[in-house]
């Protein structure tokens, strides 16, 4: 049995090449073992907050008294965290959106890397806390930039998610959706494949 956190960060609802994917694999997922359980939070319909200086003292200090708007910051963040640690498997939809991944998955990120609670720091360095998880990075994109200076996501995802801890990562590209319905058909199709593939 395994335990799947399932974020989704698209904009385009039920348009979105992303969230079709994230859709098939739990389909995949579920159908793989009738044990396994999946949560699925997704971050355009329910945005985390963007991170300001009153939020950014409620995460980060333990001794002011908090206002009621970092009260419940404070709150949203200790739940992400708990719930993060609570799955065995994080999958993320991650479309590319001007090189980069969309501001509600970055408003999470925010929410989640606290020092002393998801990393800390060392004298050899930063440690992060948050051990023995895989994650899964499902990326869309409607160019081509798997492998080029131009794919800011894939470094920047692999920083993030090793900083807190998470070293086993995966990757399934979707690229080329903006370049025609065959290069669509073929780019999902791949997608599908290498999700079966992955899973089964």
Known sequence: ?????????????KHSNSNKMVDYFIEKWLNENSENTITIRNLAKNQ???????????????????????????NLSNS????????????????????????????????????GVTFCYTKLGSQGLIKGKKAIILTTRGGIYKDTPSDLL????????????????????SEGLALGNESVIQSQNN??????????
């Open 1 to 13: 049995m395994g335990k799947a956190l399932i974020l989704k960060s698209s904009i385009l609802d």
């Open 48 to 74: 985390v907050p963007v991170l300001d200086n009153e939020l950014l003292d409620a995460l980060c200090k333990n001794d002011i008294e908090l206002t009621e708007r970092q009260k419940k910051a404070l």
């Open 154 to 173: 894939t470094p920047y995802m692999n920083l993030i998610l090793n900083f807190i801890g998470i070293t086993d990562i995966e990757y399934i590209f």
């Open 191 to 200: 997608a599908y494949e290498s999700i079966n593939n992955m899973l089964f």
């Open 80 to 115: 992400l965290i708990l719930e993060l640690k609570e799955h065995d498997l994080i999958v993320i939809a991650a479309p590319m959106y001007n090189f980069h991944i969309p501001t509600q998955l970055k408003n999470y990120f925010d929410f989640v890397i606290r020092a």
